[in-house]
């Protein structure tokens, strides 16, 4: 087990590193993921990202939800008080699934589900929530609705067993 005392020295030798200094809140490659809580799948690790380019978000399955919908509206809040304006240098949000995932296990608890989803159970197929291909599709689709116009978004599945990402979904531009 990794106890509160490794956690510190661990960050003492981030600390000394200084790879923090000048970081600014805005991610600074216009980039947010919306990833999974897998520890096999860290956003930052497997997209080679480097510490300030993007913000992630990660729940269970990396899923696009009404909660992370609402962690989205707050983040965008967020970008209008520190910047005053648009963002210069367009955003992309960047949706990544992944093979071997947990969450094709709550398949067999619908009603757990269809809470996480905030959606009747029997319209949980609609959620392909075995395909991490096709919930890539579906989450992208929904950003596409959700988003505003001018955004980019994108939709990615990362092989476990290969540590390999295929593009499911080539960014496009969120139109009106």
Do not use: W
Not at 52 to 71: C, H, K, Q, S, Y
Not at 99 to 117: K, S
């Amino acid at each position: 087990m990794i106890d509160t005392d490794e956690l510190v020295r661990r960050n003492a030798g981030f600390a000394d590193g200084g790879s923090f200094a000048g970081l600014g809140l805005m991610p600074s490659g216009g980039l947010t993921v919306i990833g999974c809580v897998d520890p096999r799948v860290d956003p930052s690790e497997v997209l080679g990202l480097d510490l300030g380019e993007a913000a992630v978000i990660r729940n269970v399955g990396g899923r696009v939800t009404p909660t992370t919908l609402r962690t989205l509206g707050m983040l965008s809040k967020v970008v209008q008080a520190r910047t005053h304006g648009p963002r210069p240098g367009g955003v992309h949000y960047a949706v990544l699934h992944h093979t071997d995932c947990g969450i094709t296990d709550l398949a067999t608890f619908p009603d757990l589900l269809a809470d996480y989803f905030e959606v009747p159970a029997g319209d949980l197929d609609t959620k392909a929530v075995t395909d991490p291909v096709a919930a890539v599709r579906v989450d992208v689709d929904l950003l596409k609705r959700k988003l505003p116009a001018g955004v980019f978004v994108s939709g990615l599945v990362y092989d476990v067993a290969t540590g390999i990402v295929d593009v499911v979904v080539p960014p496009a531009r969120v139109e009106v």
